[in-house]
C-alpha cells in the first residue's frame, strides 16, 4: 500500500479504496472529500454532473466509517464514492433524466439499485449528466449543456451516459452507474477510455429507473477497471421482485472472472459484419490488434458471421421509439414534473400539450413522434411488428454464433470520440455510433466495452466489445481482466494515466 | 324529439346488441401494486409510485387478480388462454396515470365462451361470450363547479388516484342477434345472471351501486331481415339492471327514430340518465381514435398452467343456475312460483333470510309479498330495500315466538323500512309486543263475552266455530295486539268448551 499513499486519493480503483478504508489507512470520509473537491475543481469544464450530494455524500461516509469504528464487517466496496446516472430515482435527491420536463422533481423513492448501492456503502457523490430520457450518443441532448470528454473536452464523451463516463475519466469518481439501451453504458465507455458493461437484460433491475424502452433498458457498472466493474456488477445485480422482468437465478460468478486472468482454450468469434465502410481506420488497427493479442493468450479466433445484425439499427429505431412514445406519455404536467401554461382558464389537454412542447427536447420529440407513428393501426405491423421479428432474426444468429464460439468481439463503436457539435444536426450520423451495440440490446445478452488504446491518428481512445450469451456474463470478465493485464503489461500503466490533466 | 313507439321500432328493425360489463375484483390489493382496494379512504391516501404512474415505477401482476380472471372465464365455458400477455392501452387522460391503460388486447384470457340466461316467461336465451380479460381501472375525476358535475361547464377537476390501479375483469358478449322484442330483457337477464355468478364464485361483490359492475350497452338496429349490422352507439356506465334494460329500450327507440326520419346513426359513446331513462351524446368515436395497442414490455407473459386451471375448475362453486334448481327442490315451490321468486330477483334474499334462521315459508312471504310490492311501487330492486335478510328473519321469528302476530310483523317491517331501527327496538318504542298476559286478556274476553251473549251462548251449546267472533271483538278492543291463539284458549276456557 506505500505506493497507493503517495498517489493521490481520487487516482485510486475502487477495490483498493474499500480495501484502504476496510484497513483504517484513510477514512471513507477523506476519500469521499477528495472526490467532492476535485468535483469543485474540474467539473465547470467537464460537466459531468446534475447534482451534486456534497451532504448525503458525506453522511453515507461517516456511516461507513462509523460502521467500521465498531468493528462490523464492511462490505466490497464500503465507502467508495460513485457517480449515478440521473436516471435512477434517489428520494429526496433531485432525478431529471437529463430534461426541463423533470427540472425539480424530487422522487418520492429510492430505486432498487439506489438501494442496493446504499446498503452496500457505496457513498453516492451526486447524478450524472445524460442524453435527455437516455436518447443519444453524445449527451449533447442533455438539456443541462453538453459534457466534455476529459482527453478532449471539444469532443464528446459519448452518450446517453456521457456525464458518468466522463466522471470516471477525469477522476471524479472511481465508479459510475449507466444505463444502456443501445449502447448508453459502452460507448461512452469506449471513446473516454473506460470500462462500461451491459448485463444480460434483467439482471439488474430497472425498479425506478426511468424507462426510456423498458424491453431494451439494463443498467450497468462503469468503472476504470475490469475488477471494480465486476465488484460494481456484483453489488447492483440479482434478482428483485419489484421488477417482473427480473431473472430470478444466481448472479454469474463476475469478481472471481475478473480475476482469472486466464483464457486459454476459450473460442471467440469476430463478427465479420462490423467492419468496414464507415470504421475509423485507427479504431480498426486497435481492433485487430487486439484480437491478436487474444490469440497470443491461447485463445482461439474465428470468423463468425451474423447477417441479421446489419438489421439491427433500422428495427431499434422503430422498437426504441415505439416503447418511448409510450412511456414518455405519463409527463403530462399533472402529477410532478414541469407545468407550462396553467393560466387558470386553459383545459388540462392545452397545458398538457404546452408542456410537452416546452419540456421535451428535438430529439426526444422526434423519437416520440417515430413511435407513435410506428404503433399506429395500419402501420403496427409493417413497422413494430416486422422489428419484432428482426428482433427474433438477431436472437438466433447470437444463439448459432454461440453454439460455435464463447464469446464475440467486435470495436465498440466505429470511431473515436467526435467533436461536440459535429453530428448534432444529423441524427442518422448520430445513430451510427451504436452500430455494434444494438444487437445485445435487442438480444438481451450481456456485453462489455473495454478500452483498448488510442486510435493513431487522434490519441482518442478505443473500445473492444465482448459480447457474451445471456447468464454467461463472467465471460465478459474473464476475457476483459486477461486483455487489461496484458495491456497494462505491455504499456507499464494503464491508458487513464495517459489522460492530459484538466 | 318524437320517439317511434317501441313497437313500431321492432316492426321494422331487428335489434344487435353487444353487452360490456367491467367487473371490479375484490382482492385486498391492486392489480400492479400492494395498495389496498378498500373503498372510501381519504382521497389519494392509498396509492404508491405504481399505481400513481410516477417515472421509473414497474408494474408487478397480482396472482390472486389472475385467478380470478381464470375462475370467470371457466364458469362463463370459456377456453383459458395457455400463454397470453397484457397490453399497454395508450390515451391521454388526466385520470390515467400512465396516459395508458395495462390491459390485454389481442390475447384475452378467457375467450370464446357463454352464458345461458333465464328469461321472465322461464325461457332460456344463451349469451355467447367474446372474450374476458385482465385490465386495472383509472383514477375517478371529479368535476367542480359545473352544473352537471360533468367536465362540459366545471371550473375545475379533482383527481382521486385511489382507485387507479384496482383490477378490472372486463367481460365482452358476441353480438347478441336473434333476441329481438326481448333485447332490453335479454340484456337485463344476462348482467343480472352474471352478477350472481360473479358473486357465487366470490371474486366481487358485484355491487352496481358501488361501481363495482359496470354495464355499457352496445346497440344498433337492421332492417328486418338483413344481416348486416347497423352503426352502433355506445351507452356507457349503465349501473343497475333497471337501467341495462331501460337504456337498450331507449337506443332501440332513438336509433329507430333517427332511422325512419331518413337520419344516420353516428358512432359515439352516450350517456343514460337515471331520472328519465334517456341517453345523450358523449364523445363522437371517429377513426381518429387510435389506442396504439402493444405488449406490455414492463410484463412477463401470463401462461396459466394447464393442471392448476384444471384444479380451479374443480374447485368451482355451485353456479347459480345449479343452485336456483336446488333452492327450489328445497323451498318446495312449483315451476311457477319459483319463477316469480326470480323475476322478483328474491333469490339471494330469501336464501340469506333462510340462512338467518327464519323458516322457508316466512322467508318467502315477506320478500314475495310485502317487500316486492314494495320495490314495485318505488321502481327499486328488491335488493335495494332499506332492510336485511336478517332483519326479516328477526321478525319471523317474533311471530314464531308469539311476540307478534302477522298485523304487528307487518308494522314492524315498515318501521325498518321507514329507518326507525332494529326490530327488538321498533317492538320495544312502538310498544307493539302481543298481549299474552292472561289477567290483562281476562278483562277483555270477559266484557266481550258480555257484549256478545247471543254467540256466547251458542258456544256454550258446542258450536265451537263460533268463537271467532269473540275473538275478533278481543282484538279489536285490544287493538290487535293480543295472542289470539291464547284469546281463544281464554274465552273456550270461560264458557267451558275447552
Same mark, same amino acid.
Given at each position: ?15 483498493e479504496? $474499500? ?50 469504528a ?19 430515482? &434517489? ?11 423533470l ?8 430505486? &432498487? ?5 446504499k ?19 453524445? &449527451?449533447?441532448?442533455?438539456?443541462y ?13 459519448g452518450?446517453?451516459g ?18 444502456d ?11 473516454t ?11 439488474v ?8 424502452? !423498458? ?6 457498472p ?11 456488477h456484483e453489488?447492483i ?5 419489484l ?16 480475476k ?28 485487430n ?35 418511448? !412514445? !409510450?412511456?414518455?406519455?405519463?409527463f403530462?404536467?399533472?402529477? +410532478? ?10 383545459? $388540462? ?29 395500419? +402501420? ?7 422489428a ?8 438466433r ?25 459535429e ?9 451510427? $455510433? ?27 481512445p ?31 500503466? &494503464? ?8 | ?18 353487452l ?5 375484483l ?6 400492479? #401494486? ?13 396509492? #404508491?409510485?405504481? #399505481?400513481?404512474?410516477?417515472? @421509473?415505477?414497474?408494474?408487478v401482476?397480482n ?20 400463454? #397470453? ?10 385520470d ?16 370464446? =365462451? ?8 322461464g325461457? /332460456? ?12 381501472? /383509472? ?21 382521486d ?23 332490453p ?39 328486418? @331481415? ?12 349503465v ?36 331520472e328519465? =331513462?334517456?341517453t ?13 395497442y ?16 384444471e ?33 322478483? =330477483? ?22 314475495? @309479498? ?7 311501487? /318505488? ?9 336485511t ?66 254467540i ?11 268463537? =271467532?267472533?269473540?275473538? @275478533? ?5 285490544t ?14 276456557e ?5
Amino acid at each position: 500500500m506505500t505506493d497507493l499513499i503517495r498517489t493521490p486519493i481520487i487516482k485510486w480503483g475502487a477495490a483498493e479504496t $474499500a480495501s484502504a478504508i476496510a484497513k483504517g489507512e484513510v477514512s471513507a470520509v477523506e476519500v469521499a472529500q477528495a472526490h467532492l473537491d476535485r468535483i469543485e475543481a474540474v467539473d465547470k469544464k467537464v460537466n459531468a454532473f446534475l447534482h451534486v450530494d456534497t451532504e448525503g455524500a458525506l453522511n453515507a461516509a461517516k456511516a461507513v466509517d462509523e460502521k467500521r469504528a465498531k468493528g462490523e464487517e464492511l462490505g466490497p466496496l464500503a465507502g467508495v464514492p460513485l457517480a449515478l446516472k440521473d436516471v435512477f430515482t &434517489t428520494k429526496g435527491i433531485p432525478t431529471t433524466c437529463g430534461s426541463k420536463m423533470l427540472e425539480g422533481w424530487i422522487p418520492p423513492y429510492d430505486a &432498487t439499485l439506489t438501494t442496493r448501492l446504499k446498503d452496500a456503502g457505496v457513498v453516492i457523490l451526486g447524478k450524472t449528466n445524460m442524453d435527455e430520457f437516455a436518447m443519444g450518443s453524445s &449527451t449533447e441532448n442533455s438539456a443541462y449543456g453538453p459534457t466534455g470528454n476529459p482527453w478532449d473536452l471539444t469532443r464528446i464523451p459519448g452518450g446517453s451516459g456521457g456525464g458518468s463516463a466522463a466522471a470516471l475519466a477525469a477522476f471524479e469518481a472511481p465508479l459510475a452507474i449507466g444505463t444502456d439501451t443501445g449502447g448508453s453504458i459502452r460507448q461512452p465507455g469506449a471513446v473516454t477510455g473506460t470500462v462500461g458493461v451491459k448485463p444480460t437484460y434483467g439482471s439488474v433491475s430497472r425498479y425506478g429507473l426511468v424507462a426510456f424502452s !423498458s424491453s431494451l433498458d439494463q443498467g450497468g457498472p462503469c468503472a476504470r477497471t475490469v475488477l471494480d466493474a465486476a465488484l460494481l456488477h456484483e453489488a447492483i445485480a440479482g434478482h428483485d421482485p419489484l421488477d417482473s422482468t427480473s431473472i430470478d437465478a444466481p448472479v454469474p460468478a463476475v469478481v472471481e472472472a475478473a480475476k482469472m486472468r486466464d483464457i486459454r482454450g476459450m473460442r471467440i468469434g469476430v463478427v465479420k459484419e462490423f467492419a468496414g465502410e464507415g470504421y475509423q481506420a485507427g479504431v480498426m488497427q486497435r481492433f485487430n490488434e487486439s484480437v491478436e493479442l487474444l490469440r497470443e493468450l491461447g485463445a482461439e479466433v474465428v470468423e463468425v458471421s451474423c447477417p441479421s445484425f446489419t438489421l439491427a439499427l433500422p428495427a431499434y429505431y422503430l422498437i426504441a421509439p415505439s416503447e418511448c !412514445s !409510450s412511456n414518455l406519455a405519463r409527463f403530462d404536467a399533472m402529477r +410532478y414534473g414541469l407545468r407550462v401554461g396553467d393560466n387558470g382558464s386553459r383545459s $388540462a389537454e392545452e397545458v398538457t400539450a404546452l408542456t410537452r412542447e416546452a419540456g421535451f427536447g428535438d430529439e426526444v420529440k422526434r423519437r416520440i413522434i417515430l413511435g407513435t407513428y410506428a404503433l399506429s393501426s395500419g +402501420y403496427y405491423d409493417a413497422y413494430y411488428g416486422s422489428a419484432q421479428k428482426v428482433r427474433t432474426l438477431i436472437s438466433r444468429d447470437f444463439d448459432t454464433a454461440f453454439a460455435g464460439v464463447d464469446v464475440l468481439v467486435s470495436p465498440t463503436t466505429p470511431t473515436t470520440a467526435f467533436p461536440i457539435g459535429e453530428r448534432a444536426d444529423d441524427p442518422m450520423a448520430m445513430y451510427l $455510433a451504436d452500430l455494434c451495440t444494438i444487437p445485445s440490446n435487442l438480444a438481451g445478452n450481456a456485453a462489455m466495452s473495454l478500452p483498448v488504446g488510442l486510435a493513431p491518428e487522434d490519441n482518442l481512445p478505443v473500445g473492444l466489445q465482448i459480447i457474451a450469451p445471456a447468464m454467461a456474463d463472467d465471460r465478459l470478465y474473464r476475457v476483459g481482466g486477461a486483455v487489461e493485464a496484458a495491456l497494462n503489461e505491455k504499456w507499464g500503466h &494503464t491508458l487513464l494515466e495517459e489522460v492530459p490533466a484538466l | 324529439m318524437n320517439l317511434v313507439s317501441y313497437e313500431d321500432a321492432l316492426a321494422s328493425y331487428d335489434p344487435v346488441m353487444g353487452l360490456e360489463v367491467h367487473v371490479e375484483l375484490g382482492t385486498k390489493t391492486k392489480m400492479f #401494486c400492494g395498495c389496498s382496494t378498500e373503498l372510501g379512504a381519504e382521497p389519494n391516501s392509498q396509492t #404508491c409510485p405504481t #399505481c400513481l404512474g410516477l417515472p @421509473g415505477s414497474l408494474p408487478v401482476v397480482n396472482a390472486v387478480g389472475v385467478e380470478s380472471a381464470v375462475k370467470i372465464g371457466l364458469a362463463l365455458n370459456c377456453e383459458i388462454a395457455e400463454w #397470453c400477455r397484457f397490453a399497454r392501452k395508450n390515451y391521454f387522460y388526466p385520470d390515467m396515470p400512465k396516459n395508458f391503460q395495462t390491459s390485454q388486447y389481442d390475447e384475452p384470457i378467457a375467450f370464446n =365462451g357463454y352464458l345461458d340466461v333465464q328469461l321472465e316467461d322461464g325461457s /332460456t336465451f344463451r349469451v355467447e361470450i367474446e372474450r374476458a380479460h385482465m385490465e386495472e381501472d /383509472t383514477g375517478k375525476s371529479s368535476h367542480v363547479g359545473g352544473a352537471t358535475g360533468r367536465i362540459h361547464g366545471a371550473t375545475h377537476s379533482l383527481l382521486d388516484y385511489n382507485r387507479a390501479g384496482i383490477p378490472l375483469i372486463e367481460i365482452v358478449t358476441k353480438p347478441i342477434v336473434g333476441a329481438g322484442e326481448r333485447a332490453p330483457e335479454v340484456a337485463k337477464a344476462y348482467v343480472a345472471e352474471l352478477r350472481e355468478l360473479i358473486k357465487a364464485l366470490g371474486v366481487s361483490e358485484a355491487r352496481m351501486d358501488k361501481g363495482q359492475m359496470r354495464c355499457d350497452v352496445n346497440l344498433s338496429l337492421r332492417p328486418n @331481415g338483413t344481416e348486416t349490422f347497423g352503426t352502433r352507439s355506445e351507452t356507457k356506465n349503465v349501473n343497475s339492471l333497471r337501467s341495462v334494460e331501460r337504456a337498450a329500450r331507449f337506443e332501440i327507440q332513438r336509433h329507430a327514430t333517427v332511422l325512419t326520419d331518413g337520419g344516420t346513426i353516428i358512432q359515439e359513446t352516450r350517456h343514460f340518465h337515471e331520472e328519465d =331513462g334517456t341517453t345523450t351524446s358523449g364523445r363522437i368515436k371517429d377513426n381518429a381514435e387510435d389506442y396504439r395497442y402493444f405488449p406490455e414490455p414492463d410484463l412477463v407473459p401470463v401462461a396459466p398452467a394447464r393442471e392448476w386451471v384444471e384444479e380451479l375448475r374443480a374447485g368451482l362453486p355451485e353456479l347459480p343456475r345449479v343452485r336456483r334448481a336446488r333452492l327450489q327442490a328445497e323451498w318446495g315451490l312449483s315451476d311457477k312460483d319459483m319463477q316469480a321468486v326470480l323475476n322478483a =330477483g328474491a333469490v339471494e334474499p330469501i336464501q340469506e333470510t333462510i340462512a338467518a334462521g327464519a323458516p322457508a315459508d316466512q322467508a318467502r312471504k315477506w320478500w314475495m @309479498g310485502e317487500l316486492a310490492r314494495r320495490a314495485n311501487e /318505488t321502481g327499486t330492486e328488491l335488493s335495494e330495500q332499506p332492510i336485511t335478510p336478517a332483519q326479516v328473519a328477526r321478525v319471523a321469528a317474533l311471530v314464531a315466538e308469539g311476540k307478534l302476530n302477522d298485523k304487528l310483523a307487518r308494522q314492524v317491517i315498515e318501521a325498518v323500512l321507514a329507518g326507525e331501527g332494529e326490530p327488538d327496538e321498533v317492538v320495544e318504542k312502538r310498544g307493539l309486543a302481543v298481549v299474552s298476559d292472561d289477567s290483562a286478556l281476562g278483562a277483555a274476553v270477559d266484557q266481550a263475552i258480555a257484549e256478545n251473549e247471543a254467540i256466547a251462548a251458542k258456544i256454550r251449546d258446542g258450536k265451537i266455530a263460533a268463537v =271467532g267472533a269473540l275473538v @275478533g271483538a278481543v282484538m279489536k278492543a285490544t287493538r290487535g295486539q293480543a295472542d289470539a291463539a291464547r284469546v281463544k284458549d281464554l274465552i273456550l276456557e270461560k264458557l267451558g268448551a275447552a
